[in-house]
């Protein structure tokens, strides 16, 4: 008979599991996110909405999602994908996704590193808020920039002056991030 | 040899009652003796006899010259006659072998032992001593001139000289049986040789109180040239076989051996009125008074004997100085075996309940084991040393204990190494896991149980060849006999963590547990053995079963007033829960970490279940009540939802009936028109948000039919506005008759084979169809439309004229005919099994090609995750669209990377997509 294992409860498999479990917690908010941003992901997938389009990077934990809006008709955008990405904390729904443009746009509303300036990612952020509307906002926004609070007081201007102009500034600043 | 023991007794109880023990240990001079000896000792050792003899002759030739004191040719005339008579003669070792088995009476004639000193020698004799005497009363030391001392030389020589030689080749021999025993007899023999002169003739020349001295003296030397001059690992080695085949009859291990053997063969045979015993089932079957007396009293024959022959020799092998602690260590060894073996043999397999296998273990080495270690050890002694005083036993209780202690440790150990089988008997067993009771009160048994468990669990059940029905049962056993061995639950909770782990990564563990929960308890009792079949019926009953005791008490960690609680015990994991652990059903559902599983294989086996044609679901909705106390209504929402339906759907359809004049037609239709039945037509109304998804063959049903659904359809939309009915006709059961030229056939079967059949009607006799056309009238899968045909050949209605053509076999092949030719008959009738054979596998084929089309549904699905992950991550290739798949899809993408290519072929073929550079995948703008 083997006594020497007296002192179980160091015994490795089940430290191990300890630890597990220790972190369970910690575990099971990232899991509610996971949880969130997947039903969002099949909805997005089962009823896909002209224009918008977005899905998980490679990275696996779903936490970071890249996005496509095609420019709507009408607006200096018309044709262009702009590609945006999402970054979703563990909180997520409750505090907003960090959304950045990453193909390089002309925008009143968005500086020239990507930023974006929108109340409902910001202070108007709810939970009921997901990424189809956040993208859905977004499309809207290329048609109707609010002047207002601009971030690109340059861009703000030419679109009340002269929308020929912004048209071939956005054309200029456009470039297809796919083409790599 | 016999002859011998009662001269030995009686010779030690002489010497006892004239020596008191504390002259035996003042005893210096041997010592002395024995440390300024240390050459010949060394060189005997050595096996140098020759050069022994020498210096001990030396040593007497150079004392005589330091001897000033006595008047010097007096003493060495004295000492001459003196040594000639005691001198042992030189004969070899022969003679003493050849004389072993004699009462030892000749050969000491022959050896010249016993004839009594002639007169002048006999003066010698007193001369010598008295002058030794005088010697050591005078300069209170002994005189290097010592006839004793010498006498001990000679004694040494002589068997140095002619017998160690005799000995050692006989312990070479290869016939080992009885050879210890034929060796002591010699070394008795021996003994007697050397001291019976001394005893008869030298001793009664001293006082009293040197007789004592003297006498161990030479013994001593005796039993030293006897253990240091053989090889004890040999001897060892005989003396534990000796030992063990005695102990085996004394101890009454035999006789559960033979037992076990013949317990198949006759019961009967047995004498019934054997009194002594030691078998563990004959001992329980007694009252408690004679239980008592059972292993002490009535002792067997052949146990007597054995018991006095090993005593005997013992005794013998004590006198020879083959005894003392070398000896007890080899009893040790062996009385351990013993044990080992006793429980082994005795309770092997006794698993019933309730058990009082530990008492009896006790019973047993405090009676039996203890008695005959007593008697052993009190033979073979170890020479007093010192602080012994000679009344006390050689074993105390406080060693009965230890060893009922270690008992009990060998029988957990036993009962540990079944436990596996123990729990499968379960609860026939019980008995076995209380016995473990008694084992594990201190943790390192605990882990030691825990540890070798979980081992024989990992080879012997949770492995790929183990039903998850059969890991589950066992499971469940475990969790019951895990209670009662530790009501805490902590030894459950550790064994319980692998098979919960294991269970875990069982794709089919859900479905197990719910078929189980939802199967009826009373086949359960009809079929008597739960575990039988492929559903755990057990879980069911258990379900009602913990629901009832847990009304009765709801203690938990927050119940304040309980004034009976304890801690968690010091071996808990952190994370233990004592609570839960008792509650089979918990432990189940707790397999899982989030309900969801559990709650979808329920809908969809509910979901099956209650779209069978029953009377009542009172069964379904007892479990779905149970199951709703532990997940909480909301969980179980849908399932509930289910259940109203079918019962709502009951009231809807008798009132959509009534009012479209669906119900039976008076009995007065029925005259009016006798050949025309209206088919009566039911419906199940399901919500169709609430139920599964529900795998569906379309098809055309018949004209009638379709008819009596429409009409069913407005009845309900005209009761119940703003809802619609779908009609799923591949659900559901109908009642064929069919009236055929020879006979009628009624029976239960299902919708799409009932449609294939009507479009067989017809007034035209020995009407034939093809599969194909069947397929197209009725708008059905050509692989549904053979199933149902094979179907029905399996009933012998069709016939299979030629490949995918079917008659309608109207008239049975005459009776007469296949009574004629015999062999047609099993012919046949493997005829029909192999057409109920081929239905089911077209069934299946068909059940398939639904299948497939729903992959294929969720392939389109697919598409758009890999149309998302395309427009929005850029080109990738096949391996990284599978592997984003098996990340992003809940539950899983089920297909493998050739399946994906084949598809994304087809999508490069329709242009969606196009392959760039490197294999990655493009999608086309």
Known sequence: MDYTMEDTQNSAPEALEASKLNTSSQRNETQSVTKRLQAELMQLMIQPSPGISAFPDADGNLLSWTATITGPTETPYEGLNLKLSFAFPNTYPYSPPTVLFKSPIYHPNVDFSGRICLDILKDKWSAVYNVQSVLLSLQSLLGEPNNASPLNAQAAELWDSDQEEFKRHVLARHRDLDED | ?925
């Open chain 2, 1 to 925: 040899m016999l002859s011998t023991v009662p001269l030995n007794v009686g010779r030690k109880r002489v010497f006892h009652s004239v020596f008191s023990p504390a002259s035996l240990e003042a005893r210096p001079p041997f010592a002395s003796l024995f440390n300024h000896d240390q050459t010949p000792f060394t060189s005997f050792q050595s096996d140098g006899s020759s050069s022994t003899v020498k210096t001990a002759s030396q040593v007497t030739v150079l004392s005589s010259d330091k001897e000033p004191l006595v008047d010097r040719q007096a003493w060495d005339q004295a000492w001459s006659a003196a040594t000639v008579f005691l001198s042992v003669p030189d004969r070899g070792f022969a003679p003493i072998y050849e004389a072993r088995d004699t009462d030892g009476n000749e050969a000491l004639k022959d050896w010249n032992r016993l004839s009594p000193p002639s007169k002048e020698t006999g003066e010698a004799l007193t001369y010598l001593t008295a002058a030794a005497q005088n010697a050591r009363t005078t300069s209170g030391t002994t005189g290097p001139k010592d006839l004793f001392s010498w006498y001990g030389d000679e004694i040494r020589r002589h068997f140095l000289m002619n017998l160690r030689g005799g000995l050692c080749e006989l312990l070479r021999t290869p016939e080992k049986d009885g050879l210890l025993r034929t060796i002591v007899d010699c070394l008795q023999l021996v003994r007697r040789i050397y001291l019976a002169p001394i005893v008869h003739y030298l001793l009664p020349l001293l006082p009293t109180a040197e007789q004592g001295r003297v006498l161990t003296h030479l013994q001593r030397g005796f039993h030293t040239v006897v253990s240091y001059s053989l090889p004890w690992a040999e001897i060892s080695k005989l003396l534990a076989e000796d030992l063990a085949q005695e102990s085996l009859v004394i101890l009454g291990i035999d006789t559960l051996l033979e037992e076990s053997n013949s317990d198949e063969n006759s019961q009967d045979g047995m004498e019934v009125d054997r009194q002594y015993s030691v078998s563990y089932e004959e001992w329980k079957q007694e009252s408690t008074e004679n239980r008592a007396h059972m292993m002490t009293e009535g002792e067997q024959d052949n146990v007597t004997i054995a018991r006095d022959r090993l005593l005997a020799f013992l005794n013998g092998l004590q006198l020879v100085g083959l005894g003392g602690d070398k000896a007890q260590k080899v009893f040790a060894g062996v009385m351990n075996i013993m044990m080992t073996e006793f429980v082994r043999s005795a309770y092997t397999g006794k698993w019933e309940t309730p058990t009082s296998a530990t008492q009896h273990l006790r019973n047993w080495i405090e009676d039996v084991f203890a008695r005959l270690a007593v008697q052993v050890l009190a033979i073979i002694h170890t020479p007093p040393s010192g602080n012994q005083t000679s009344g006390s036993l050689d074993v105390s209780f406080g060693d009965v204990e230890k060893w009922q202690e270690i008992g009990i440790a060998r029988l957990g150990a036993l009962r540990t190494s079944e436990l596996f089988d123990v729990i499968v008997d379960w609860p026939a067993s019980s008995g076995a896991v209380e016995d473990l009771r008694h084992f594990t009160t201190h943790p390192a048994a605990r882990a030691y149980v825990t540890q070798s468990f979980i081992k024989i669990l990992n080879q012997r059940l949770l492995h790929p060849g183990a039903s998850t029905v059969e890991i589950l049962q066992l499971y469940i056993s475990i969790i019951r006999a895990f209670h009662l061995l530790d009501p805490k639950g902590v030894l459950l909770d550790r064994i319980a963590r692998p098979i919960r782990r294991y269970l875990r990564d069982r794709d089919d563990t859900v479905k197990v547990i719910v078929s189980g929960l939802l199967a009826e308890p009373q086949s359960a009792e009809k079929q008597a053995l739960p575990s039988s079949g492929d559903t755990l019926v057990e879980l069911s009953t258990e379900l009602a079963k913990a629901h009832q005791l847990s009304m009765q008490n709801n203690t938990s960690e927050l119940d304040w007033d309980d004034m009976n609680w304890v801690p968690d015990p010091v071996d808990a994991a952190p994370d233990y829960r004592k609570s839960k652990s008792s509650d089979v059903i918990d432990s189940l559902i707790s397999l899982f970490d989030s309900k969801e599983t559990f709650v979808k294989e329920l809908q969809a086996l509910l979901g099956d279940r209650l779209l069978q044609r029953r009377e009542d679901f009172d069964q379904e909705i007892s479990v779905l009540e149970l199951l709703k106390v532990r997940f909480g209504d909301s969980a179980l929402q849908a399932c509930e939802v289910m259940l109203k339906d079918i019962s709502d759907s009951r009231r809807v359809d008798t009132s959509v009936r009534k009012d479209q004049g669906l119900s039976k037609p008076p009995s007065r239709m029925h005259t009016k028109r006798p050949t025309v039945q209206i088919p009566e037509l039911h419906a199940k109304i399901l919500s169709r948000f609430f139920w599964p998804e529900i795998q569906d063959q379309e098809f055309k049903v018949p004209d009638e039919i379709a008819y009596l659904q429409h009409r069913y359809s407005t009845g309900f939309e005209s009761l119940k506005q703003s809802r619609k009915l779908t009609w799923r006709n591949g659900l559901g059961q109908v009642t064929v008759e069919l009236e055929l030229g020879d006979r009628t056939f009624v029976d239960e079967v299902s919708t799409w084979q009932a449609t294939v059949i009507y479009a067989f009607q017809s007034d035209v006799e020995e009407t034939t169809k093809m599969i194909t056309d069947l397929a197209s009238e009725l708008d059905m899968a050509p692989a549904l439309v053979r199933s149902a045909c094979l179907f029905w050949v399996s009933k012998r209605i069709l016939t299979e004229v030629s490949r995918d053509t079917f008659r309608v076999l109207e008239y049975l092949p005459a009776e007469a005919e296949s009574q004629e030719d015999s062999a047609d008959v099993p012919g046949q009738s493997t005829d029909t099994a192999n057409a109920a054979a081929a239905a089911e596998a077209a069934a299946a084929a068909a059940a398939k090609e639904t299948a497939d089309a729903a992959a294929m549904e969720k392939m389109n699905l697919y598409w758009q995750f890999i149309l998302g992950m395309l427009t929005n991550q850029g080109a990738m290739p096949l391996q990284r669209i599978v592997m984003m798949l098996k990340i992003v899809v809940p539950g899983g993408f089920p297909f493998s990377n050739e399946e994906l290519r084949e598809f994304l072929a087809g999508m490069v073929s329709k242009g969606k997509v196009e392959i760039a550079s490197g294999g990655n995948y493009k999608l086309v703008h």
